[in-house]
């Protein structure tokens, strides 16, 4: 059976060497609540509800999936309610939530850290809590005082769920085209009537209501994008005491039968004249959303992670114990029939990836959760702005590249296992499964990379790239001394001096074709993200150095960093070498073939 342990010395290594993170969090009031002693209880307490809770539901769960009942019911998987009344018992989700409506008021980034815990640990059951949080900060960002008090503290103790409704069946992306209407009732309340699709944790029996922020277009909105808002829909009405009401008329048509997942009921939602209050201003939910598209779009980049660490921890438990052949250097397990597979060049290499992408990827998203933290509490209007152009600029590129190489890494646990791999028992062709939806969901890799490229670059004229280069020259000039890491500063000063380059050369050919954007923006996006993973290998190498030359006792795992950045630098960050070529070789080759010549 598969299993998963919580990696709390690289969770502690990340925040505390790298990130610094008790420093960070002297900067802004919440954080002062969350001193070392704490954020460690909290870290533990995490590892042991994933571990004991979440993992032995995982397999189980995929195998029996959802259930869809006559009259639009949904039942999860045995064990997942009975988990989520823990969840909520020990008080996780209201965690990272402000105490005026029943939170801890403990910062975000430490939220983070418990929803890598049980997305790893089980990435299908985690999403139904996983969506309220946006929910939740859609409502407290933009609700109304009436709203806020309807919703928010069901929300914040996890008694209710949250859904993000978007999608429909004739469009994916391009939510101009969208169709679902909103009917003014005359009192204040709207009448919403179409149907949305592919509503992560849309349905189910695991909370007593489900509040779904809906996108509909009024009846004199202009067409476009410019012409939607945004309603809160509850399955039930909320009364003016708090308890549930009336059945709202929004039900679950069906569940899709999908490739992974299973756990996590992906529903088609019909809205027949539901009740729905507008969040906001009028043709302006596009803007609202955007908190939670930008929240959930965070979210997904954090699945990536998961999924590579899951396939490393259980690649790296099989590798040391299958054997297969001996090494071509000599034997090494003389008492065996022949040596363990990690002997090989060919499955370190395997291992190792998979290893710099969970780790890299942790650090990639815990820094991002600090700039989160600074853009909701910082009082300082410079670090507040500084934050928040830093994490618009690295959304698209966290989720679009960790997402990818988190898929990557999945492929390489089931190459570990060989053909064992392929088979259900051993877990890890759900791993694939699971991790195939995250490229997909809250905008393709593709759309993230005209994101990245078209808006926050070419239409910001760089001004957030040139502060992230700001952010990245300065680290490795403060570190250019430290030995270990000098040849990888070198490398990346380098990197970081060749984006700007191919920048400056697509920024160029798109003034004489727009398709120049289109053409290079997928191979641009994962240029990024692989310079982006870089500096954060960096990073701990220098830390791991310096707590090296402090004189640290854990030796083994400290020169284990300074290694894995070393063969990330060396064997994983050359492919930027060949996304070069294809971003400057142009759009002609992919645009001169005439839509008859591609076939029948």
Same mark, same amino acid.
Request: proline share 4%.
């Given at each position: 059976?598969?299993?998963?342990?919580?990696?709390?010395?690289?969770?502690?290594?990340?925040?505390?060497?790298?990130?610094?993170?008790? #420093?960070?969090?002297?900067?802004?009031?919440?954080?002062?609540?969350?001193?070392?002693?704490?954020?460690?209880?909290?870290?533990?307490?995490?590892?042991?509800?994933?571990? =004991?809770?979440?993992?032995?539901?995982?397999?189980?769960?995929?195998?029996?999936?959802?259930?869809?009942?006559?009259?639009?019911?949904?039942? *999860?998987?045995?064990?997942?309610?009975?988990?989520?009344?823990?969840? %909520?018992?020990?008080?996780?989700?209201?965690?990272?939530?402000? @105490?005026?409506?029943?939170?801890?008021?403990?910062?975000?980034?430490?939220?983070?850290? %418990?929803?890598?815990?049980?997305?790893?640990?089980?990435?299908?059951?985690?999403?139904?809590?996983?969506? !309220?949080?946006?929910?939740?900060?859609?409502?407290?960002?933009?609700?109304?005082?009436?709203?806020?008090?309807?919703?928010? #503290? +069901?929300? $914040?103790?996890? @008694?209710?769920?949250?859904?993000?409704?978007?999608?429909?069946?004739?469009?994916?992306?391009?939510?101009?085209?969208?169709?679902?209407?909103?009917?003014?009732?005359?009192?204040?309340?709207?009448?919403?009537?179409?149907?949305?699709?592919?509503?992560?944790?849309?349905?189910?029996?695991?909370?007593?209501?489900?509040?779904?922020?809906?996108?509909?277009?009024?009846?004199?909105?202009?067409?476009? $994008?410019?012409?939607?808002?945004?309603?809160?829909?509850?399955?039930?009405?909320?009364?003016?005491?708090?308890?549930?009401?009336?059945?709202?008329?929004?039900?679950?048509?069906?569940?899709?039968?999908?490739?992974?997942?299973?756990?996590?009921?992906?529903?088609?939602?019909?809205?027949?004249?539901?009740?729905?209050?507008?969040?906001?201003?009028?043709?302006?939910?596009?803007?609202?959303?955007?908190?939670?598209?930008?929240?959930?779009? %965070?979210?997904?980049?954090?699945?990536?992670? /998961?999924? /590579?660490?899951?396939?490393?921890?259980? !690649?790296?438990?099989?590798?040391?114990?299958?054997?297969?052949?001996? #090494?071509?250097?000599?034997?090494?397990?003389?008492?065996?029939?022949?040596?363990?597979?990690?002997?090989?060049?060919?499955?370190?290499?395997?291992?190792?990836?998979?290893?710099?992408?969970?780790?890299?990827?942790?650090?990639?998203?815990?820094?991002?959760?600090?700039?989160?933290?600074?853009?909701?509490?910082?009082?300082?209007?410079?670090?507040?702005?500084?934050?928040?152009?830093?994490?618009?600029?690295?959304?698209?590129?966290?989720?679009?590249?960790?997402?990818?190489?988190?898929?990557?890494?999945?492929?390489?646990?089931?190459?570990?296992?060989?053909?064992?791999?392929?088979?259900?028992?051993?877990?890890?062709?759900?791993? $694939?499964?699971?991790?195939?939806?995250?490229?997909?969901?809250?905008? *393709?890799?593709?759309?993230?990379?005209?994101?990245?490229?078209?808006?926050?670059?070419?239409?910001?004229?760089?001004?957030?790239?040139?502060?992230?280069?700001?952010?990245?020259?300065?680290?490795?000039?403060?570190?250019?001394?430290?030995?270990?890491?000098?040849?990888?500063? =070198?490398?990346?000063?380098?990197?970081?001096? @060749?984006?700007?380059?191919?920048?400056?050369?697509?920024?160029?050919?798109?003034?004489?074709?727009?398709?120049?954007?289109?053409?290079?923006?997928?191979?641009?996006?994962?240029?990024?993200?692989?310079?982006?993973?870089?500096?954060?290998?960096?990073?701990?190498?220098?830390?791991?150095?310096?707590?090296?030359?402090?004189?640290?006792?854990?030796?083994?795992?400290?020169?284990?960093?300074?290694?894995?950045? *070393?063969?990330?630098?060396?064997?994983?960050?050359?492919? *930027?070498?060949?996304? +070069?070529?294809?971003?400057?070789?142009?759009?002609?080759?992919?645009?001169?073939?005439?839509?008859?010549?591609?076939?029948?």
């Amino acid at each position: 059976m598969p299993g998963y342990r919580v990696p709390l010395e690289d969770i502690r290594f990340v925040l505390n060497d790298v990130l610094s993170l008790q #420093s960070h969090y002297s900067r802004f009031g919440a954080g002062s609540a969350a001193d070392a002693d704490t954020v460690d209880a909290i870290l533990e307490e995490g590892a042991k509800f994933a571990e =004991r809770e979440l993992v032995p539901i995982n397999q189980s769960g995929d195998a029996e999936g959802c259930q869809w009942r006559q009259g639009g019911e949904v039942a *999860t998987p045995t064990g997942y309610k009975n988990a989520y009344e823990q969840y %909520i018992a020990s008080g996780w989700p209201s965690l990272s939530h402000p @105490e005026e409506w029943g939170g801890q008021g403990l910062p975000s980034s430490l939220g983070m850290t %418990i929803s890598e815990m049980i997305g790893t640990a089980n990435w299908a059951w985690s999403m139904y809590p996983g969506l !309220s949080h946006g929910a939740t900060f859609t409502i407290e960002t933009h609700g109304s005082d009436a709203q806020k008090a309807d919703y928010l #503290s +069901k929300l $914040v103790s996890g @008694e209710w769920t949250g859904t993000m409704c978007l999608t429909e069946p004739h469009c994916g992306t391009d939510l101009g085209l969208l169709r679902t209407r909103a009917e003014p009732a005359g009192d204040g309340s709207y009448r919403l009537t179409g149907n949305k699709i592919f509503i992560s944790a849309g349905e189910h029996d695991m909370a007593e209501n489900i509040v779904h922020i809906v996108l509909a277009r009024l009846p004199d909105a202009p067409e476009g $994008v410019k012409g939607i808002s945004l309603f809160i829909v509850p399955k039930f009405l909320p009364t003016q005491e708090g308890s549930l009401g009336e059945r709202n008329a929004v039900t679950c048509g069906s569940i899709e039968h999908k490739m992974g997942i299973h756990g996590n009921a992906t529903a088609s939602l019909n809205f027949d004249g539901a009740v729905g209050h507008l969040i906001g201003q009028a043709n302006e939910g596009l803007k609202c959303m955007f908190t939670f598209m930008n929240f959930a779009r %965070i979210g997904t980049a954090l699945q990536g992670v /998961a999924h /590579a660490e899951w396939a490393f921890q259980n !690649s790296l438990e099989y590798a040391r114990d299958r054997l297969q052949m001996r #090494s071509l250097t000599g034997v090494k397990a003389p008492d065996k029939a022949a040596d363990p597979i990690i002997v090989h060049p060919d499955v370190r290499r395997m291992l190792l990836t998979q290893k710099a992408f969970a780790e890299g990827g942790r650090a990639f998203i815990y820094y991002l959760a600090l700039k989160a933290d600074l853009v909701e509490h910082s009082t300082d209007s410079s670090d507040r702005d500084e934050a928040d152009q830093l994490l618009g600029f690295l959304t698209p590129i966290a989720k679009a590249f960790l997402t990818e190489s988190g898929f990557e890494s999945a492929n390489l646990g089931m190459q570990c296992f060989g053909g064992h791999g392929y088979i259900a028992e051993w877990g890890m062709e759900q791993n $694939v499964r699971d991790a195939r939806i995250a490229m997909l969901y809250e905008g *393709t890799t593709g759309i993230q990379a005209l994101d990245l490229l078209g808006r926050k670059i070419l239409m910001d004229k760089g001004q957030a790239f040139k502060a992230f280069r700001k952010t990245v020259s300065a680290f490795c000039r403060e570190n250019r001394e430290v030995k270990a890491a000098a040849p990888m500063l =070198r490398s990346l000063r380098w990197l970081m001096m @060749e984006w700007a380059y191919l920048t400056f050369r697509v920024g160029l050919s798109a003034r004489k074709n727009r398709d120049a954007v289109g053409a290079a923006s997928v191979e641009y996006l994962m240029y990024s993200g692989y310079t982006t993973l870089g500096f954060f290998w960096a990073q701990s190498a220098v830390a791991a150095a310096r707590a090296l030359e402090a004189g640290e006792q854990n030796t083994d795992f400290l020169q284990s960093k300074i290694d894995t950045a *070393t063969f990330y630098f060396e064997r994983v960050l050359p492919r *930027t070498r060949g996304l +070069k070529a294809s971003v400057l070789n142009g759009p002609d080759s992919m645009m001169n073939l005439s839509e008859a010549q591609f076939g029948r």
